[in-house]
């Protein structure tokens, strides 16, 4: 499913089915290259590259809700109940 | 993996596990709302609904209180934690037996925005310096929700627990047995998906 990338300069549809091994740092350093050659001439694909790091620093922020209070009761009794468990086990 | 600085809220959480190993009811329900969210969100990408998810939470738990004496501290108590929910969530969901190919077939962004030769015809426009405050409190918060929720389910795990709750790829890897190289393409796919959500919010 990936794009196999040809020899020669890349072009932006390849570009940018590459982000994520560029961002994880999954390229060789001739893949980088290649990548980052397209992107010094590619204000489109610089612009698509900063979008996606835009993303996942929103993503993050989607952050945990606090327990409710019911919840919290929940897991408070959920511990008491295996105390009582280790208590009762032998040993 | 590069080396990482000893931070902060590992540093708190090692010390609640101790308390907890203790026998501390309140160290308990700290480390669970530490992580309640994640592992709902998680446990929601194997099962159908929010009430088996909710139970698949209540069950890890039980089985991290019951095998808290195996537990050696090799891994972080999260990624521990969660490979325990995901054997759990595996067990009560189906989600493995009818998983999706990874990755959906689609392209990271629409064809009919490149040409023939492959260069932009519509490329993408300028927001990545409005405010991300401003973009949040306008609705941006819940069209990613939406977007998230809409997700393939691995996909929905994996962004999950990188982009939401901040694993390392390797943790990831650990966590859903799944190989490197998988982890990457479903992040990608739905990195992808993401930022489509976000570009129509913007744009709209």
């Known amino acids: 499913m990936r794009l196999r990338p040809r020899k020669g ?26 990548f980052e050659a397209h992107l010094a001439d590619c204000p489109h694909c610089t612009e698509y590259l900063a979008q996606m790091r835009a993303t996942i620093r929103l993503t993050g922020r989607l952050e945990a809700d606090d327990l409710t209070a019911e919840m919290s009761d929940d897991l408070g009794e959920l511990f008491r109940r295996w105390r009582v468990e280790g208590d009762e086990r032998p040993g | ?7 902060p809220a590992a540093v708190a959480e090692t010390e609640l596990v101790a308390r907890l190993r203790a026998g501390e009811e309140a160290a308990f329900v700290a480390l669970a709302g530490r ?12 099962v159908p609904s929010t009430a088996v998810a909710e139970e698949v939470v209540q069950d890890t738990w039980v089985a991290v209180l019951r095998g808290l004496d195996g537990f050696d501290g090799r891994a972080s108590f999260k990624t521990w934690l969660l490979a325990i929910l995901v054997n759990r969530a595996k067990s009560a969901g189906m989600s493995e037996a ?26 993408p426009r300028h927001w990545v310096e409005e405010s991300e405050d401003r973009l949040m409190a306008r609705g941006l918060r819940e069209t990613l929700e939406l977007a998230l929720k809409r997700l393939p389910s691995r996909q929905r795990a994996i962004v999950i627990l990188r982009d939401v ?40």
């Open chain 2, 35 to 46: 992580h309640q969210a994640t592992m709902l969100r998680l446990a929601s990408t194997f």
């Open chain 2, 165 to 204: 709750d901040g694993l390392s790829g390797e943790e990831v890897c650990g966590v859903l047995r799944i190989s490197a190289g998988n982890q990457r393409v479903l992040l990608h796919r739905a990195r992808s998906h993401l930022r489509a959500a976000v570009e129509e919010f913007v744009e709209r």
């Open chain 1, 9 to 34: 300069p890349l072009v932006c549809q390849e570009v940018v089915e590459l982000v994520t091994d560029y961002l994880e740092g999954a390229m060789s350093r001739a893949e980088r290259r290649r």
């Open chain 2, 1 to 7: 993996m590069g080396f990482r600085r000893p931070d």
């Open chain 2, 98 to 123: 009818r998983s999706l190919p990874v990755g959906d077939a689609g392209p990271a962004v629409d064809r009919s925005r490149f040409d023939a030769a492959g260069a932009w015809a519509s490329p």
